[in-house]
């Protein structure tokens, strides 16, 4: 954190936060069901639903509404990829130059000035290829500098960051209030272990809920095959693997006419090695819960478990399905203009991909997971470790430093809560993007239901890795997998509980 002159404090009474207001499930709490099941229904932050009323009804975070820091920077790092460089994968939710008429930007913008001129701080960024971040934090941790006040490593980097211990336990940061609805709640019930969380999701950032996956789905070719209203099959909790797998095979033609089916005719199902993780999270499973002493633990195995895997991997299996990930030819580009050129029925995505496709001629629908069947309650949306990164604080923030930067955060949470979420759901996604209103009610569904995974992040063992693998592998005796893996497993899990708590 830089300094640019003495810091004053000057404080305001604390206000009293408003009661009765429903929130979310409390993010302190030490015991996770060993499904999804047992998340908060969230909004994009993880808590309740963002009011639709006057300002005056927000939840107020408990923390002094205005003070002096005599115009400290707040310093963010954010992991970037250069190939990615154009699209919404980047940052686009922390800092933001000035208006330019976009409405993602100019709520940051004015997000960014409200907090800087009530607490007189600067809020700055600074991109870091993605490669880079480990050394760099590690070299600041080591020497003490205290220039990066919030890290965000890309996830499927971050594991090895949070076992050198590099971050701050976020459970023990002043004025930080787990249990308001703009943490998300069941990032910080599924991913913190013995009392310790080193990252965290929330509703200063868009980037986790653009990583967020789903499916789309030609609406023309819908009409054309007279199939049946998708939304009205998702809110009878129709919409399922059986359903998808028939529609797809249904849909699949050989356009050329050359006896076989390949990426120049059509397919049913347009997806990747991502559909396994996916999928299966959609089916209502974790492959790493927590036991009643908040410690990981590898829960996969159950005959459900592998019952919902093996109906992913015969899904991968039909000729109706396409993976991008065996053509090594298509690459994401390439992939997303199958399904815009007319390729494919159903098109596996993460949200980005909703902004992505906005300029284009498709007419598209949005739609969740499916479930496994028709008895499962819930709808499970998976976020992706490949394009997203949570908050974390470096070690090297602490003391005073520590406590401002908490009550900034705090403040930058709630604000985003009422105003940016708001604006990224309703004029971006259900409006600007969203090809009709429909959609906007199957994001509600996608976005207020989302999984993380431990086994995701970790990557416990390599089985993260090895699971992934199933549905292009076609591995089918999994228990006996299982069995040879678990013990590295459960000894990764150990070293990792090992490493954040010193003992």
């Given at each position: 954190?830089?300094k ?5 404090c ?9 009661a ?23 909004n ?20 002094p509404?205005?003070?002096?820091y ?10 970037e990829?250069p190939d990615?460089?154009s ?13 330019t008429?976009e ?21 700055t960024?600074?991109r ?15 020497s003490?500098d ?8 890309r ?6 960051m ?7 336990n976020l459970?023990?940061?002043p ?6 609805p ?30 967020t ?18 939304y009205t ?10 359903m ?32 396994m ?6 089916g209502g ?7 009643e ?6 829960s996969?195995g ?17 000729t109706?399905?396409f993976?991008?990930h ?11 203009e199958l ?7 159903f098109?596996?995505m993460?949200?980005?991909e ?16 499916p ?15 490949h ?21 900034i955060?705090?403040a ?11 604006e990224y ?7 600007k ?6 959609s906007?009610?199957m994001?509600?569904?996608i976005?207020n239901?989302?999984?993380y ?5 970790y ?12 549905g292009?592998?076609n ?11 678990a013990?590295?497993?459960n ?7 090992k490493?954040l708590?010193?003992?």
């Amino acid at each position: 954190m830089k300094k640019t002159m003495t810091k004053l404090c000057a404080w305001l009474l604390v206000l009293a936060m408003l009661a009765l207001t429903a929130c979310s499930e409390s993010g302190t709490n030490n015991e996770t069901p060993n499904t999804p099941d047992g998340q908060t229904e969230a909004n994009p932050s993880g808590g309740d639903e963002v009011p639709e009323t006057e300002a005056e009804e927000r939840l107020k975070p408990n923390i002094p509404e205005t003070g002096d820091y005599g115009g400290d920077e707040i310093y963010f790092l954010v992991w970037e990829l250069p190939d990615w460089a154009s699209t919404v994968r980047q940052y686009r939710d922390i800092y933001a130059e000035g208006l330019t008429g976009e409405a993602i930007n100019d709520a940051v913008f004015n997000r960014n000035t409200l907090i800087e001129t009530n607490y007189n701080v600067k809020i700055t960024q600074e991109r870091m290829n993605i490669s880079n971040i480990d050394s760099a934090i590690g070299k600041a941790v080591t020497s003490g500098d205290a220039t990066y006040d919030v890290v965000y490593p890309r996830l499927y980097e971050a594991a090895g960051m949070y076992q050198k211990n590099y971050f701050q336990n976020l459970m023990e940061v002043p004025h930080i209030d787990f249990d308001m609805p703009w943490w998300d709640s069941n990032c910080v019930n599924s991913l913190s272990t013995n009392g310790i969380l080193p990252a965290v999701a929330t509703a200063i950032n868009v980037n986790d809920k653009d990583a967020t996956a789903a499916m789309a789905f030609s609406k023309q070719e819908a009409l054309n095959y007279g199939l049946e209203d998708l939304y009205t099959a998702v809110r009878e909790g129709r919409w399922t693997f059986d359903m998808i797998a028939a529609l797809s095979e249904q849909c699949t033609r050989d356009t050329n006419g050359d006896g076989t089916i390949t990426y120049d005719d059509f397919y049913g199902f347009l997806g990747k090695n991502d559909v396994m993780t996916s999928f299966w999270h959609g089916g209502g499973g974790l492959l790493c819960t927590k036991d009643e002493e908040d410690q990981f633990t590898f829960s996969f195995g159950t005959e459900h478990d592998i019952d919902v895997a093996l109906k992913v991997i015969d899904i991968m299996q039909q000729t109706w399905f396409f993976n991008q990930h065996l053509h090594s030819e298509i690459d994401d580009t390439r992939f997303t203009e199958l399904f815009e050129t007319g390729h494919g029925l159903f098109f596996w995505m993460r949200l980005d991909e909703v902004t992505n496709m906005r300029n284009g001629d498709t007419d598209f629908g949005i739609l969740p997971t499916p479930k496994y069947d028709e008895a499962q309650e819930k709808y499970y949306s998976f976020v992706s470790q490949h394009t997203t990164g949570l908050m974390s604080i470096p070690l090297t923030i602490a003391g005073d430093a520590l406590d401002e930067l908490g009550i900034i955060l705090e403040a930058l949470a709630a604000e985003s809560q009422y105003t940016l979420i708001p604006e990224y759901i309703e004029s971006s996604l259900k409006t600007k993007y969203a090809r009709d209103e429909e959609s906007a009610d199957m994001l509600d569904i996608i976005i207020n239901n989302r999984v993380y995974d431990p086994m995701e992040i970790y990557n416990f063992g390599g089985f993260a890795s090895t699971f992934m693998g199933y549905g292009p592998n076609n591995t089918t005796d999994i228990a006996s997998n299982v069995s040879k893996q678990a013990k590295i497993v459960n000894k990764s899990i150990e070293k990792l509980i090992k490493a954040l708590t010193g003992n």
